[in-house]
């Protein structure tokens, strides 16, 4: 998910962009903006994304029928 082809641009992890907090990024084309705008310059960086966290799993609600095949 990291290094996809196809990713959808957004400022919180644009090359040109640094975090000022959650709700601000500091662009070099364009100044403070949201961290889900983007524009024409795009560039996407990897190592600025944060991929969501796993889900856990919820080992307190299975049974042993669940695992029966």
Do not use: N, W
């Not at 949201?34 to 966290?53: G, I, K, N």
């Amino acid at each position: 998910m990291l290094f996809r082809k196809k990713m959808d641009p957004r400022c919180a992890y644009c090359a040109k962009g640094r975090t000022l907090d959650e709700e601000q990024v500091i662009c070099v084309k364009r100044g403070v903006v949201s961290p889900e705008d983007h524009c024409a310059s795009f560039s996407y960086d990897p190592l600025r994304r944060v991929p969501p966290r796993p889900v856990k799993l919820a080992a307190d609600k299975l049974s042993k029928e669940d695992f029966e095949v």
